[in-house]
């Protein structure tokens, strides 16, 4: 049972099981999964800004979002601590040894070390990679109006054009920076 | 909100973090190895995740299933005529997302598997949030 738990699932049953989120969450209360929203319930919350996109009742409108932010906190844990897998993700040789020819050195986990330890902070391309990644996360996703579950699952699941749309931008944006911008960045 | 309701969205978080964890579709590698085209896995489990969504969604929407409070379940349609946000907005998205390796859940489903440096593009993510409203009207939708 503990081994289960442990090894990485196959895509044809974690696929499923993440599509099973959508009808869950209709279900509970008739809400339309989405995940990025949670950025704006926080920049809320916090009461730093005057401008209208953030006066809203955030515990209100935002509390199931929250609730569900923090078991995929909790969910993270169990998966990734409690019964984390012991042994290195399985990836194509070939981005290994292309991952390599940029820099990469650490394969041993979910994130590489060289670019998601504390002391990356101190570099350049550490900063890049975690400030401006996050930065442009969460502009686009609010921008776009909705983020991988909110357009990519929750939108094409209700058919809906301006997701396809975005999606297609997810996929120039995520291709320009793996092809073209990240061996530059890496380089 | 009433502590059912509370119990239950927890839980489908928790089933949520858990199988993305699982999936391996917070790694960083996953992402890189996605956009380079050289392994199906992450199309495989964003393929049958909107498969098997679609399929719920379309059936609740016909058989008009109520939830479980008995309220009608109404799905919130996109703007079809905001085509330029879609596009434009979508790709800042991606730029990040391949950047950082991580989309807005994962970033928070690798800070529980105990990833502490995840908060830093959490609170970019949360900048990133607030600019947009700050220039909002100045962009293209």
Known sequence: MFELLTQPWPWYIAGPVIGLTVPIVLLIGGKMFGFS???????????????????????????????????????????????????????????????????????????????????????????????????????????????????????????????????????IGGLLMAHLIYPIILG | MKAKDFILYLLAGTLFGFVLMKAEVVSWFRIQEMFRFEAFHMYGVIGLAIAVGLISLQLIKRLNVKDKDGNPIKTSPKDPTQMKRYIIGGTFFGLGWALLGACPGPMFVLLGSGLTIMIIPILAGMAGTWAYAAIKHKLPH
Not at chain 1, 43 to 61: I, L, M, P, Q, T
Not at chain 1, 105 to 125: C, E, K, N, R
């Open chain 1, 37 to 171: 929203s949670n950025f704006r319930h926080f920049v809320s919350a916090c009461g730093v800004s005057k401008n209208e996109f953030f006066n809203y009742n955030w515990r209100k409108d935002g509390a199931w979002n929250i609730i569900f932010l923090v078991g995929a906190v909790i969910g993270g844990f169990l998966g990734g601590y409690v019964f984390a897998n012991p042994n290195p993700i399985e990836l194509n040789p070939a981005t290994i040894s292309a991952l390599q020819g940029m820099g990469i050195s650490d394969f041993s986990g979910f994130v590489p070390d060289d670019l998601f330890a504390w002391s990356s902070l101190g570099t350049p391309v550490g900063i890049i990679v975690l400030v401006l990644g996050g930065f442009l996360v969460g502009f686009g996703a609010r921008y776009a109006g909705g983020c991988t579950s909110g357009h990519a699952i929750s939108g094409l699941s209700d058919l809906q054009i301006g997701s396809l749309v975005a999606v297609i931008g997810f996929f």
